[in-house]
Every structure is written in C-alpha cells, then in structure tokens.
C-alpha cells in the first residue's frame, strides 16, 4: 500500500522543480525555508539527470 503525506508531497514538489531546471534559491523560497541546506535536503536528483550535466569545461 503506498503512504502519501504532506512530507512525501514536498519532497516531489521540490524534486521536480529541481529536475525541471528552477533554481535552488527559488525552490527554497517556495518551500519556505530560512536556509539553503534545509531546501538541500528536500530535493532528490535523479541519477540520469546528472548524467546529463555537460560541464562548462567541455564545451
């Protein structure tokens, strides 16, 4: 049975601002949050997406 709370919908909220490219500070804003590592520990990336990051270096 799956388990859905205001906790679980937050961290999806968070998760997919972050994967859809929003910045940080403004997830953090939306959330919220005082301070940055609180917004740090909501948001998840997941692992394909940071095998998409192209560094500034290689282009």
């Known amino acids: 049975m799956l388990h859905i709370n205001v906790h679980s919908l937050r ?3 968070a998760t997919h601002l972050m994967e859809s490219g929003v910045n940080l500070r403004y997830i953090q804003k939306l959330l919220g949050h005082s ?3 609180t ?3 909501y948001t998840h990336v997941c692992k394909h997406h ?3 990051i192209i560094s500034p270096i290689d282009t």
């Open 11 to 13: 961290h999806s909220f």
């Open 50 to 52: 940071i095998g998409k």
């Open 39 to 41: 917004t740090v520990v």
């Open 35 to 37: 301070s940055i590592e």
